[in-house]
């Protein structure tokens, strides 16, 4: 059984960092692009950050562009991480992980519809 299993919030202030990590199993996810994606009361789920099977290629929501970072762990491709830095409010949500069941290329890394598996999220408040 595939599971994606997100860890790593909490409740911080503006200006924080914390970071995320998404740990896959049931299946490889070396050869398949990974995100992160969010969800804040009211809204829809949003796309905040995606990387290809390789890490070479890192893709981000022009709203936490230069203050996340995504990344793959170098030795366990099947473990992502989510580096939020200078948090704001508007930041609060819950934040899921995704996993495509191949590798995503473009637009596509952007779009929920690309990715098959999904965390159960972990919650992020940012205080002001």
Do not use: H
Request: proline share 2%.
């Amino acid at each position: 059984q595939v599971q994606l299993v997100e860890s790593g919030g909490g409740l911080v202030q503006a200006g924080d960092s914390l970071r995320l990590s998404c740990a896959a199993s049931g299946r490889t996810f070396s050869r398949s692009a990974m995100g992160w994606f969010r969800q804040a009361p009211g809204k829809e789920r949003e796309f905040v950050a995606a990387i290809s099977r390789s890490g070479g290629s890192t893709y981000y929501a022009d709203s936490v562009q230069g203050r996340f970072t995504i990344s793959r762990a170098a030795n366990a491709k099947d473990t992502v991480y989510l580096q939020m830095n200078s948090l704001k409010p508007e930041d609060t949500a819950v934040y899921y992980c995704a996993a495509d069941r191949s590798d995503c290329s473009g637009d596509d890394c952007y779009a929920l519809y690309t990715y098959d598996y999904w965390g159960l999220g972990t919650q992020v408040t940012v205080s002001s």
